[in-house]
C-alpha cells in the first residue's frame, strides 16, 4: 500500500513538473475565410526552447495551440485565408506556460503605437500584462516626438529646392538617432529597476539585431545577465560579442574576404562603402539608383564601393540581369547564399559599412545624404 502512495506522489509530481513547461492557447477570429492559424517568432533559436513555428487549422473561427516552452516567448498570430490568399499578422505578444486565450479581430486596436499588424487580445499571460502595462507605457510621451518626426518626413516632397531638400533630411536624420538614443535610454531605465524582467532578454536581442552594437545594449545585457536562464544568457552574450565586432571603431571582420576577391581595394583608396544586397532586394536596388550620382562624384577622389551580393545558385541569373540592366560602375562581389554575411550575421538589407583606408569601421547604415555630406567634408 505504501509503495503505491509513494508511487501516486511521485506521478503527481512529475505531472505538476511537466506541466510548468507547457503552454495551451485557445483562440478565436472573426476573418471571414479564417482557414488556418500560425504561431510564429523572430529572435536568436535559443530563446525557443522545444516550441517551433506551428500552424493549426481554425474551426468555427476557433482554434488552439498547445506546446513547451522553457521561457516565455514573443510571438506573432497570423490568420491565413485561403479562399482569398491574404494572410493577416498581428501585433507581438508574449506567452507563458499555462492556459492563455487570445482573440485577434479585425476591429482590436493596437497596443503598440509604432508596430505593425492588427492588435490582439490576450489573457492569462503575466509577461504580456506586464510588457503592456507597465514597458509600453513608458514609450508614450517619445512616441508623440516620433509622430511628429513622421510628419516632418512625410512633408519632404513639398520641398522643391534639392540644397533646402538636403539639408532638411540630414536634420531629420539627426532627429531620428536622437529619438533613438531616448527609447534606448527607456530600455536601460527598465533594466535597472527590473532586472529580473523576462521581457527584456527580447528587446535586447530585437535592438541589436536591428540597430547593430551599442555601449548602452552592453549595459542592459550587465543588468540582466545574472537573471537569465543559462542557455538564454550563453546565447545572448555571444550574440553581444557578434555585434560588437562590426561595430563602429572595429576593423570590419570580412576585410580578408574583400581583399582575396579584390586586390588592393583598401591600399587605393581613402574610404570604401560596403553595400550587402541581392537581387531581390527592391528597396537595396533603389538605394544603388541614388547611390550613383555620389559615386561618380568621388570616385576619382579615393572613394570605392564594395556591393556583396548574398544570391543564391537559383537567383544566379537574376543577379546577372539585375547588373546588365542597371550598368552598376562600383566594384561586385558574389557572397554565394550569404555565407560570408551570415558570419557577421547580416539579416536586413541594404546594410552598408563605410571604412577607412585600414579597414576600421566609421559608420554603420549610413544615409546617402549623410554619407554625401561626409565625402564633401573629407575627401
Known amino acids: 500500500m505504501r509503495y503505491y502512495l509513494i508511487l501516486g506522489c511521485y506521478f503527481l509530481y512529475a505531472v505538476r513538473l511537466s506541466a510548468q513547461d507547457t503552454f495551451h492557447i485557445i483562440g478565436s477570429t472573426n476573418f471571414v475565410n479564417a482557414k488556418k492559424a500560425i504561431l510564429q517568432h523572430d529572435a536568436l533559436e535559443c530563446f525557443f526552447g522545444e516550441q517551433k513555428t506551428d500552424t493549426v487549422p481554425i474551426i468555427n473561427n476557433n482554434f488552439t495551440f498547445k506546446g513547451k516552452i522553457k521561457y516565455p516567448l514573443q510571438c506573432r ?26 482573440s485577434m479581430n479585425i476591429e482590436n486596436k493596437l497596443n503598440s503605437t ?39 518626413l512625410d512633408n519632404l516632397d513639398t520641398i522643391k529646392n534639392e540644397i533646402i531638400k538636403n539639408k532638411v ?3 531629420l536624420e539627426n532627429e531620428r538617432e536622437r529619438l533613438r538614443g531616448v527609447r534606448d535610454s527607456i530600455l ?26 551599442k555601449e548602452i545594449y552592453q549595459n542592459v545585457f ?3 545577465t545574472n537573471y537569465l536562464p543559462d542557455n538564454i544568457n550563453k546565447c545572448l552574450d555571444n550574440y553581444v560579442i557578434i555585434q560588437k565586432n562590426k561595430a563602429v571603431g572595429n576593423k570590419f571582420p570580412l576585410v580578408g ?25 527592391g528597396p537595396c536596388i533603389a538605394q544603388f539608383k541614388k547611390l550613383k550620382p555620389i559615386y561618380e562624384k568621388y570616385k576619382d577622389k579615393k572613394f570605392e564601393i564594395i556591393a556583396i551580393s548574398t544570391d543564391t545558385q537559383e537567383t544566379l541569373s537574376e ?18 547564399g550569404g555565407k560570408e554575411a551570415s558570419l557577421i550575421d547580416i539579416q536586413k538589407y541594404p546594410t552598408n559599412f563605410l571604412l577607412d583606408a585600414s579597414g576600421k569601421i566609421i559608420k554603420v547604415d549610413i544615409n546617402l545624404n549623410m554619407l554625401d555630406s561626409f565625402l564633401e567634408e573629407n575627401l
Open 77 to 102: 498570430l497570423s490568420i491565413i485565408d485561403d479562399v482569398e490568399n491574404k494572410h493577416y499578422m498581428s501585433e507581438p505578444f508574449f506567452i507563458d506556460t499555462g492556459v492563455q486565450k487570445i
Open 114 to 152: 509604432f508596430d505593425f499588424g492588427y492588435g490582439i487580445l490576450l489573457y492569462g499571460s503575466v509577461t504580456h500584462d506586464e510588457y503592456i502595462e507597465k514597458y509600453l507605457t513608458l514609450y508614450n510621451a517619445v512616441n508623440q516626438e516620433t509622430k511628429i518626426f513622421f510628419s516632418k
Open 169 to 171: 533630411l540630414i536634420e
Open 188 to 213: 536601460f531605465s527598465y533594466a535597472l529597476k527590473y532586472p529580473n524582467s523576462n521581457i527584456l532578454s527580447w528587446f535586447l536581442n530585437e535592438s541589436l539585431r536591428r540597430y547593430g552594437y
Open 222 to 224: 550587465d543588468e540582466i
Open 257 to 281: 574576404f574583400i581583399d582575396r576577391n579584390i586586390s588592393k581595394c583598401f591600399q587605393k583608396n581613402k574610404f570604401v562603402l560596403v553595400d550587402f544586397w541581392f537581387s531581390g532586394c
Open 319 to 336: 543577379y546577372r540581369e539585375v547588373l546588365k540592366l542597371n550598368n552598376y560602375l562600383w566594384k561586385q562581389i558574389l557572397d554565394m
